[in-house]
């Protein structure tokens, strides 16, 4: 079945940076493109980032776009998310998703950031 | 950016009743080239992750119950579960994904 782990999450100062990572099993990873969603404690549910199958095309929310980069390694079944500058309102647990033949069919359990000092 | 508005942001319903609930967008999730309206439901149990419900606006997932049904076309979205169980607790989101960002509503608290 298809199963997503996130790691990387943690307690980070502002301005500081974090990786995380997603591994994707069950299903034929570079086949999907692949989303990073996160929510705030308490709050909805927020897209922030979009990469196509081959990395060809990536998407950003504007409220993280200059800061994150998203990335992904085929051969390793691995979806990636590089933050950078981060600011206390970056704290959300961060769920990678797969892009199914709608939209995202599959989560992970989520990996918790936390930005502060 | 796409607005996903939904109502009531929470619902109290007794056991084996129905509960519907609204989501609408400030613009037509509609496409002309498919007729297909790009709107999905999401549940979030407390704890875990979203599960998607419901996409296509009323297609449901493999493996969701048949008491969950979506219906609406265009800027105006329904999701209905036609008896409430226990276990339909959960915040339920809708979803546009017609362009970029994917932009999801507040939610509705489902209660008994």
């Known amino acids: 079945q298809v199963q997503l782990v996130e790691s990387g999450g943690g307690l980070v100062k502002p301005g500081g940076s974090l990786r995380l990572s997603c591994a994707a099993s069950g299903f034929i990873f570079s086949g999907y493109s692949m989303s990073w969603i996160r929510q705030a404690p308490g709050k909805g549910l927020q897209w922030i980032s979009y990469?196509?199958?081959?990395?060809?095309?990536?998407s950003y929310a504007d409220s993280v776009k200059g800061r994150f980069t998203i990335s992904r390694d085929n051969g390793k079944n691995s979806l990636f998310l590089q933050m950078n500058s981060l600011r206390a309102e970056d704290t959300a647990v961060y769920y990678c998703?797969?892009?199914?033949?709608?939209?995202?069919?599959?989560w992970g359990q989520g990996t918790l950031v936390t930005v502060s000092s | 950016d796409i607005v996903m508005t939904q109502s009531p942001d929470s619902l109290a319903v007794s056991l084996g009743e129905r509960a519907t609930f609204s989501c609408k967008s400030s613009?037509?999730?509609?496409?002309?080239?498919?007729?297909?309206?790009?709107l999905a439901w999401f549940q979030q149990k407390a704890g875990q992750p979203p599960k998607l419900l419901i996409s296509?606006?009323?297609t449901r997932e493999s493996g969701v119950p048949d008491r969950f049904s979506g219906s609406g076309s265009g800027t105006d979205f329904t999701l209905t579960i036609s008896s409430l169980q226990a276990e339909d607790v959960a915040l339920y989101y809708c979803?546009?994904?017609?362009?970029?960002?994917?932009?999801f509503g507040q939610g509705t608290k489902v209660e008994i």
């Open positions: 613009q037509s999730l509609l496409s002309s080239s498919n007729n297909k309206n790009y």
């Open positions: 990469i196509s199958h081959t990395s060809t095309y990536t």
């Open positions: 296509w606006a009323s």
């Open positions: 979803q546009q994904y017609y362009n970029t960002p994917r932009t």
């Open positions: 998703a797969r892009d199914g033949p709608a939209t995202d069919d599959n």
